[in-house]
């Protein structure tokens, strides 16, 4: 028969408060150090997204100009001449009716010939999203 001598054996299963103190440190140092990577991450799909949905209109508005000689009244054109499937939205400013149509003064005053982003502030790389 073994005797319980309280020499340290006594001990019921669990964890101590500061076991879980320390755990519970490490996981907010974790996400301390996740959190701004993931929003970052965020930003730059965005930014990429924003790039590559003006280089679709752009090349639509290009193609419309080849084949009709014209510029597009609206975007709708090139949705029902079936340059785009749809007008995408605007990643950062989450819409697709605040896209700021630039009309060609020289060849077709009321065609569009460019287009940017409305969205204000700047990219990660310092340039105005207004200036892409």
Same mark, same amino acid.
């Given at each position: 028969?073994?005797?319980?001598?309280?020499?340290?054996?006594?001990? +019921?299963?669990?964890?101590? !408060?500061? @076991? %879980?103190?320390?755990?519970?440190? /490490?996981? *907010?140092?974790?996400?301390?150090?996740?959190?701004?990577?993931?929003?970052?991450?965020?930003?730059?799909?965005?930014?990429?997204?924003?790039?590559?949905?003006?280089?679709?209109?752009?090349?639509?508005?290009?193609?419309?100009?080849?084949?009709?000689? +014209?510029?597009?009244?609206? !975007?709708? @054109? %090139?949705?029902?001449?079936?340059? /785009?499937? *749809?007008?995408?939205?605007?990643?950062?400013?989450?819409?697709?009716?605040?896209?700021?149509?630039?009309?060609?003064?020289?060849?077709?005053?009321?065609?569009?010939?460019?287009?940017?982003?409305?969205?204000?502030?700047?990219?990660?790389?310092?340039?105005?999203?207004?200036?892409?």
């Amino acid at each position: 028969m073994v005797r319980n001598t309280g020499t340290g054996n006594d001990r +019921k299963g669990g964890f101590t !408060l500061i @076991e %879980l103190l320390v755990v519970l440190a /490490i996981i *907010a140092l974790l996400a301390g150090i996740a959190t701004p990577v993931y929003f970052s991450s965020i930003s730059k799909s965005k930014e990429s997204a924003l790039k590559e949905d003006l280089a679709i209109l752009r090349k639509g508005l290009d193609d419309f100009y080849s084949d009709n000689n +014209k510029y597009p009244q609206d !975007l709708n @054109e %090139l949705v029902t001449g079936k340059y /785009i499937r *749809a007008i995408p939205k605007d990643p950062i400013m989450d819409s697709n009716s605040l896209w700021v149509l630039v009309k060609d003064d020289d060849d077709d005053p009321n065609g569009i010939s460019n287009i940017k982003s409305g969205a204000t502030g700047k990219s990660a790389d310092g340039d105005n999203y207004q200036d892409w």
